[in-house]
Nanobody
Framework: QVQLVESGGGLVQLGGSLRLSCVAPGMTFRIYTVRWYRQAPGKQRELVAG???????DYADSVKDRVTISRDNAKNTMYLQMDDLKPEDTAVYYCNAVRTMYDYWGQGTQVTVSS
């Protein structure tokens, strides 16, 4: 079973930036669509951004223009650059890699934005 590993979360002030990373060991990373999700307390998990194996990215309206998703297939790693962070961005962030029947998740990393 593949386990993705996130890092880069933490406490940041309003308007600050964070870069999340997610390593996907032991898989043919380049053929997967990879996504970032988040889940705030008391809310459902929501999609933040995704990038296909071909490099096409899409974003949730709530983060568009503030977030950039990227991937480095040589390192089996995906990233989420988040700028101009707001308190409503506070959540546990999860990375996900999916292809046909294969669906892998990380354990989550906490992002807290203080005002």
């Amino acid at each position: 079973q593949v386990q993705l590993v996130e890092s880069g979360g933490g406490l940041v002030q309003l308007g600050g930036s964070l870069r999340l990373s997610c390593v996907a060991p032991g898989m043919t990373f380049r053929i997967y669509t990879v996504r970032w999700y988040r889940q705030a307390p008391g809310k459902q998990r929501e999609l933040v951004a995704g990038i296909s194996s071909g490099g096409n990215a899409d974003y949730a309206d709530s983060v568009k223009d503030r977030v950039t998703i990227s991937r480095d297939n040589a390192k089996n790693t995906m990233y989420l650059q988040m700028d101009d962070l707001k308190p409503e961005d506070t959540a546990v962030y999860y990375c996900n890699a999916v292809r046909t029947m294969y669906d892998y998740w990380g354990q989550g990393t906490q992002v807290t934005v203080s005002s």
